[in-house]
């Protein structure tokens, strides 16, 4: 599975924007898919993920409310709507697909790995 990931950019604190990631090679609709973040400076975090069925979600404290994870199985996409960023929310984003049962907060749980999207969310 090949994944892209597109659709960051600068934003003023409280507007939103849309994360695309595009699964190519296989269908992504057996894996459980994720959202993760990395700041300057600090480690890659858990943001979001969702079950390969679309059903379950899970959210990291920071983001839940604001962000939502969707997929598009037609279009092998992943979705992430941000809205209400705040300067915090700064980083490179990436998107993940795995094997795994459920949605997971864990790295190493992840086999792929899309190249990851800027996002700056200025105040």
């Known amino acids: 599975v090949q994944l892209q990931a597109s659709g960051g950019g600068l934003v003023q604190a409280g507007g939103s924007l849309r994360l695309s990631c595009v699964a190519s090679?296989?269908?992504?609709?057996?894996?459980?898919m994720g959202w993760f973040r990395q700041a300057p400076g600090k480690e890659r975090e858990f943001v979001s993920a969702v079950s390969w069925n679309g059903i379950n979600t899970d959210y990291a404290d920071s983001v839940k409310g604001r962000f939502t994870i969707s997929r598009d199985y037609a279009k092998n996409t992943l979705y992430l709507q941000m809205n209400s960023l705040k300067p915090e929310d700064t980083g490179v984003y990436y998107c993940?697909?795995?094997?795994?049962?459920?949605?997971?907060?864990?790295?190493?749980?992840?086999?792929?790995w899309g190249q990851g999207t800027q996002v700056t969310v200025s105040s």
């Open positions: 090679g296989r269908t992504s609709s057996g894996y459980i």
């Open positions: 993940a697909a795995s094997r795994y049962a459920g949605p997971s907060r864990t790295l190493g749980n992840y086999k792929y």
